[in-house]
Nanobody, 115 residues
Framework: QVQLVESGVGLVQPGGSLRLSCAAS????????MAWYRQAPGKQRELVAG???????NYANSVKGRFAISRDMATNTLYLQMNSLKPEDTAVYYC?????????WGQGTQVTVSS
């Protein structure tokens, strides 16, 4: 089991930027596929961005070129840099760590994009 704690709750205007953080309870990036998901009201949870153990990244088409996922091995922290935010990016964002054995979720953090 891995504990994940997100931070970066924010209200930001359209076109603005925000960085989310996800702190893991131990060193896991060499074992777990890490990802950010989001869930908007009335919609299913969707994958936003992921990073493999070898640091390959993947993004949802809706965020390509605007969001960037990264990790800091020294502090066991996963990041999601979000730029050029749009109202449709409004959602609860979740950090996930997945291996062949288990899948772990953070508590979620609210991101609201509104003028």
């Amino acid at each position: 089991q891995v504990q994940l704690v997100e931070s970066g709750v924010g209200l930001v205007q359209p076109g603005g930027s925000l960085r989310l953080s996800c702190a893991a309870s131990r060193s896991i990036f060499s074992i777990y596929y890490m990802a950010w998901y989001r869930q908007a009201p009335g919609k299913q949870r969707e994958l936003v961005a992921g990073i493999t153990t070898s640091a390959s990244t993947n993004y949802a088409n809706s965020v390509k070129g605007r969001f960037a996922i990264s990790r800091d091995m020294a502090t066991n922290t996963l990041y999601l840099q979000m730029n050029s935010l749009k109202p449709e990016d409004t959602a609860v964002y979740y950090c996930n760590a997945r291996s062949t054995r288990d899948s772990n979720w953070g508590q979620g953090t609210q991101v609201t994009v509104s003028s």
